[in-house]
């Protein structure tokens, strides 16, 4: 059975920095592309970040582009989202989410739910002073 758990999430100060970890089970975690989604109070769903399964390639979001770095380490089945500049409008619900496939075949590819098929309970990122 899949299992992604995430942790990392709390209050930040603007400017502050957070990370957010994802361990994965259930599945050959090298082998797939995986993302980070999130979802603010009252708003719709956002595309953050998404990695190939090697690693090799990301995707990022415009409003996260330069603060925000994902990454992963298969060895350990851990995806990560290194959050930095955070600004007030980054508070959502961060979701770990997994791929069907091991790539993504154009820039905007990540934004495609239907290309995921598990997700995370969500960690909650709250960015104020």
């Known amino acids: 059975q899949v299992h992604l758990v995430e942790s990392g999430g709390g209050l930040a100060q603007p400017g502050g920095s957070l990370r957010l970890s994802c361990t994965a089970s259930?599945?050959?975690?090298?082998?797939?592309?995986m993302a980070w989604a999130r979802q603010a109070p009252g708003k719709g769903l956002e595309w953050v970040s998404a990695?190939?399964?090697?690693?090799?390639?990301?995707y990022y979001a415009d409003s996260v582009k330069g603060r925000f770095t994902i990454s992963r380490d298969n060895a350990k089945n851990t995806l990560f989202l290194q959050m930095n500049s955070l600004k007030p409008e980054d508070t959502a619900l961060y979701y770990c989410?997994?791929?069907?496939?091991?790539?993504?075949?154009?820039?905007?590819?990540?934004?495609?739910?239907?290309?995921?098929?598990?997700w995370g309970q969500g960690t909650q990122v709250t960015v104020s002073s």
């Open positions: 989410v997994k791929s069907t496939d091991a790539r993504y075949y154009s820039d905007t590819e990540f934004y495609t739910e239907g290309l995921y098929d598990y």
């Open positions: 259930g599945f050959v975690f090298r082998n797939y592309a």
């Open positions: 990695i190939y399964s090697d690693g090799t390639d990301t």
